[in-house]
């Protein structure tokens, strides 16, 4: 930015994580002039298990962005009650049949530097600190920018973007929404993760990998691998990751439905379970290459509405977080995409018109997604008391068509219309289902 230190663009999108990019790369290909701000400089790290099922998979080739060489997988092994189950990605003619997996520190900047080439201006190290409203309207008018030098510290330099249209993609905690007042809802499901990465010779697994028990040393002292070190079952379960260039990503995640939520340390559980991995692994402190971080994760839409008075929230910032698997990616993907065809076509309305439009944005979200955010919202309530989780995978587990149908609800990789019986069955539960 530079003469007076206002800029003015149609549409300001604040984040550009893969929501944030993904919304402004379909703006500037509907010919709209967008504004994409990031807080940080690339790369940036951010906290996440880096996997993309089929179902983001499929947004990123929507987007065209070249994946090309990512570190891609057939499906997922699955452990618990002492059963092993490995299972493909489904077939469909809906999605892909294999996943990817991406260190966030790269797939951030891939496709923020994929909306600049779509003709997108973006800029580094704006750290937004409040919307600007109009005084007549109400409505957002752009945003007001602390400017951050490479070091990560302000430089003192305080510059303001106007537009019409602002597109929080600012993540879970969301100062625009927040200070349009916008808080999240109680009533919706909450997560945390944690994670960190190690070098491993599991980086090229055909298979990510999931656990859903989390049995630990009882005292953090005793040797996991002697048979008489007592152990205790721990909420939550744990993933791992390929990343394909010599690391892993390994991590655990919790909802808050389960009683032991915010009474656990997350990174002590991380790090008593990885130590009762097996040593092939090489999952050890030395060979750790990044140290144990956390996030929240917000579900099921937990902040709402998802559009008003110019402002449309996009990804974690609208709490689109899938309950079944922790996964926000795809549904970002999805948010931006859909956000940037409702903005441009409210472009060229008449204010009654360009309204109705923008309001689309929700209305669309809702219908896609808001049943299938009901059930998980149950799933949650269900799977976070201990007795009920182990029940279902003792018995479950070994059901390897039960496990073929849920491991395709909890990934939404169902046919939209038609496909086989059990697509049908959940496309026809996500329908009866009261939206989110």
């Not at 290909?29 to 940036?44: I, N, T």
């Not at 330099?157 to 007042?181: C, H, K, W």
């Given at each position: 930015?530079?003469?007076?230190?206002?800029?003015?663009?149609?549409?300001?999108?604040?984040?550009?994580?893969?929501?944030?990019?993904?919304?402004?790369?379909?703006?500037?290909?509907?010919?709209?002039?967008?504004?994409?701000?990031?807080?940080?400089?690339?790369?940036?790290?951010?906290?996440?298990?880096?996997?993309?099922?089929?179902?983001?998979?499929?947004?990123?080739?929507?987007?065209?962005?070249?994946?090309?060489?990512?570190?891609?997988?057939?499906?997922?092994?699955?452990?618990?009650?002492?059963?092993?189950?490995?299972?493909?990605?489904?077939?469909?003619?809906?999605?892909?049949d294999y996943g990817l997996v991406r260190r966030r520190s790269e797939l951030d900047e891939t496709l923020a530097r994929y909306a600049a080439a779509c003709g997108a201006r973006l800029l580094e190290g704006m750290n937004v600190q409040a919307p600007l409203r109009d005084d007549r309207t109400?409505?957002?008018?752009?945003?007001?920018?602390?400017?951050?030098?490479?070091?990560?510290?302000?430089?003192?330099?305080?510059?303001?973007?106007?537009?019409?249209?602002?597109?929080?993609?600012?993540?879970?905690?969301?100062?625009?929404?927040?200070?349009?007042?916008?808080?999240?809802?109680?009533?919706?499901?909450?997560?945390?993760?944690?994670?960190?990465?190690?070098?491993?010779?599991?980086?090229?697994?055909?298979?990510?990998?999931?656990?859903?028990?989390?049995?630990?040393?009882?005292?953090?002292?005793?040797?996991?691998?002697?048979?008489?070190?007592?152990?205790?079952?721990?909420?939550?379960?744990?993933?791992?990751?390929?990343?394909?260039?010599?690391?892993?990503?390994?991590?655990?995640?919790?909802?808050?439905?389960?009683?032991?939520?915010?009474?656990?340390?997350?990174?002590?559980?991380?790090?008593?379970?990885?130590?009762?991995?097996?040593?092939?692994?090489?999952?050890?402190?030395?060979?750790?290459?990044?140290?144990?971080?956390?996030?929240?994760?917000?579900?099921?839409?937990?902040?709402?509405?998802?559009?008003?008075?110019?402002?449309?929230?996009?990804?974690?910032?609208?709490?689109?977080?899938?309950?079944?698997?922790?996964?926000?990616?795809?549904?970002?993907?999805?948010?931006?995409?859909?956000?940037?065809?409702?903005?441009?076509?409210?472009?060229?309305?008449?204010?009654?018109g360009r309204e109705r439009a923008l309001q689309r944005y929700q209305s669309a979200m809702k219908d896609s997604l808001g049943g299938y955010y009901t059930l998980g919202r149950h799933f949650a309530g269900l799977i976070g008391h201990p007795q009920i989780m182990r029940y279902a995978v003792k018995y479950g587990l070994p059901r390897t068509a039960l496990m073929r149908l849920l491991l395709k609800v909890m990934a939404n990789l169902g046919e939209p219309s038609g496909?086989?019986?059990?697509?049908?069955?959940?496309?026809?539960?996500?329908?009866?289902?009261?939206?989110?």
């Amino acid at each position: 930015m530079t003469g007076s230190g206002t800029e003015r663009a149609d549409v300001v999108v604040v984040g550009a994580g893969p929501g944030g990019s993904a919304t402004a790369a379909y703006l500037a290909g509907h010919g709209l002039d967008v504004v994409l701000l990031e807080k940080a400089r690339f790369p940036r790290d951010k906290i996440c298990g880096d996997g993309l099922t089929p179902r983001a998979v499929k947004e990123l080739l929507h987007l065209g962005v070249d994946t090309t060489g990512w570190a891609r997988n057939r499906g997922l092994h699955i452990q618990g009650g002492g059963h092993d189950l490995t299972l493909d990605w489904p077939s469909t003619d809906a999605f892909p049949d294999y996943g990817l997996v991406r260190r966030r520190s790269e797939l951030d900047e891939t496709l923020a530097r994929y909306a600049a080439a779509c003709g997108a201006r973006l800029l580094e190290g704006m750290n937004v600190q409040a919307p600007l409203r109009d005084d007549r309207t109400g409505r957002i008018a752009g945003v007001q920018v602390k400017v951050m030098g490479p070091d990560g510290r302000a430089t003192g330099e305080r510059r303001s973007v106007l537009a019409p249209v602002v597109v929080a993609a600012d993540g879970v905690s969301s100062r625009l929404a927040t200070a349009l007042g916008r808080p999240k809802r109680e009533d919706r499901p909450m997560g945390v993760a944690v994670r960190a990465y190690w070098d491993s010779p599991r980086t090229r697994d055909d298979y990510i990998s999931s656990w859903l028990e989390l049995w630990v040393p009882e005292d953090p002292a005793a040797d996991p691998n002697d048979p008489a070190t007592k152990k205790i079952l721990m909420p939550g379960y744990a993933w791992l990751f390929p990343t394909g260039d010599g690391g892993v990503n390994v991590g655990l995640g919790m909802l808050d439905t389960s009683p032991s939520f915010g009474t656990v340390d997350y990174k002590d559980v991380l790090r008593r379970w990885i130590a009762t991995t097996p040593a092939e692994w090489t999952l050890t402190p030395q060979t750790m290459t990044a140290p144990i971080r956390g996030a929240a994760l917000p579900m099921c839409f937990n902040r709402e509405p998802l559009y008003a008075d110019g402002l449309l929230l996009v990804g974690d910032a609208g709490g689109m977080v899938n309950p079944f698997n922790g996964e926000g990616i795809d549904y970002a993907l999805q948010a931006g995409r859909v956000a940037a065809e409702c903005i441009a076509a409210a472009k060229t309305l008449d204010p009654v018109g360009r309204e109705r439009a923008l309001q689309r944005y929700q209305s669309a979200m809702k219908d896609s997604l808001g049943g299938y955010y009901t059930l998980g919202r149950h799933f949650a309530g269900l799977i976070g008391h201990p007795q009920i989780m182990r029940y279902a995978v003792k018995y479950g587990l070994p059901r390897t068509a039960l496990m073929r149908l849920l491991l395709k609800v909890m990934a939404n990789l169902g046919e939209p219309s038609g496909g086989r019986l059990d697509d049908r069955v959940i496309a026809a539960l996500t329908r009866v289902t009261p939206a989110a």
